[in-house]
């Protein structure tokens, strides 16, 4: 028998011999792919606001229901006592005290300006810097509308008004769904196969299956592609899953074409099964592997540019990412899904990824040795 196919058909009967790791590779990604994009978003409302009027005029009232009638501010305190609004945030009931002073409508209508005071709970760094930019938005809003009101219409002192219009190209709705869900796909993949991989010579290590196989004439070669290609076809598998779940419950289809992102997926199998069996040829066992295998997840996920802008990041950082698999991968299905690039458009970064698992599995090949 090939020994190629001697290791295959073990790997195979091992995989599907144990019900977890079907239930790890099958159910749980549909699992997360239905939840996780239905909680990851970029967008953040109902953030508590403490609102100070002074003024109680028909100018700070109109203001006030501007700032509450949006989507994104909830009202659980209005009344004319700071203290009472700092304990709110003092208990981390509020988020954002605003404060309308005496004389609001009065000074705008005679000095053409006044003062509004804004507290930020900046505990939650993301929330309290994105409310103060919404609510600072309302505010401007709110201001030109008020100055457009005074003007006498004929006047030659008319202030002079730039009108804007946007045009959001590939996502014009800019449904963050369609962007993340792509992402959240692989970062699964990545984590499944990951862990798999680096597991899998150490639990034959582990049980001293190893050292039968040792002793057989298997070269290294079938050896490490006995084990790697089992996970790989799983792995294309799971994405065929996750891009059904995608379609089914999220309406996404790519404007690109499958055939593209299957492709580019196979040589990303590559690279992470090919760093899980490094891992695995150099781990004593399962513990260890998995506490490597954790650490590199963080890196990947974290630094891949799901939910930090690589762009954003220090210039050392982002040489970091250039190592980076996840980023890769991410920033090509985006490319696929949202603006239908093909083969021709990712050719740079499929180059770069062929290298990266020529490195990787031919440094699993050398790593692993043989002990008779």
Do not use: C
């Amino acid at each position: 028998m090939n020994p190629l196919k001697y290791i295959l058909e073990k790997e195979f009967k091992q995989i599907f011999r144990d019900p977890a790791i079907i239930r790890v590779i099958f159910i749980l990604p549909v699992i997360q792919l239905i939840i996780l994009p239905l909680t990851a978003d970029y967008e953040i409302k109902n953030i508590n606001i403490s609102i100070i009027d002074r003024d109680h005029s028909t100018t700070s009232n109109r203001l006030i229901h501007k700032i509450t009638s949006s989507n994104y501010f909830k009202l659980i305190d209005y009344s004319g006592d700071f203290n009472q609004a700092m304990t709110g945030i003092d208990n981390d009931k509020a988020d954002l005290i605003i404060e309308l002073p005496r004389g609001f409508e009065a000074d705008l209508y005679a000095q053409k300006k006044t003062t509004i005071f804004l507290a930020v709970n900046a505990i939650n760094g993301v929330k309290a810097n994105l409310g103060a930019t919404y609510l600072r938005t309302i505010i401007q809003n709110y201001n030109n509308d008020f100055r457009i009101a005074l003007l006498t219409p004929g006047r030659f002192n008319e202030l002079p008004i730039i009108e804007t219009t946007s045009s959001n190209w590939y996502n014009p709705k800019m449904n963050y769904k369609f962007f993340m869900v792509p992402g959240i796909l692989v970062l699964l993949i990545t984590m499944i196969g990951l862990n798999l991989s680096a597991i899998n010579i150490v639990r034959e290590k582990e049980i001293g299956t190893i050292e039968q196989i040792n002793v057989t004439p298997i070269k290294k070669i079938h050896f490490i592609l006995g084990k790697l290609i089992p996970f790989w076809i799983l792995g294309l598998i799971v994405i065929t899953i996750g891009l059904f779940i995608a379609w089914l419950f999220y309406g996404i289809i790519p404007l690109g074409t499958y055939f593209t992102i299957y492709v580019f997926a196979a040589v990303y199998l590559l690279i992470i099964l090919g760093i899980g069996l490094l891992i695995s040829t150099y781990a004593e066992n399962q513990q260890q592997a998995m506490l490597i295998s954790f650490f590199l997840l963080m890196i990947f996920v974290l630094m891949g540019g799901l939910y930090t802008n690589i762009d954003s990041m220090p210039e050392w950082a982002q040489w970091v990412t250039k190592f980076n698999p996840v980023a890769y991968f991410i920033e090509v299905m985006r490319r696929v899904v949202l603006k239908g690039s093909g083969l021709s458009d990712i050719k740079q970064l499929l180059s770069i990824m062929l290298i990266f698992a020529i490195v990787v599995n031919y440094w699993a090949v050398i790593s692993y040795r043989k002990r008779s």
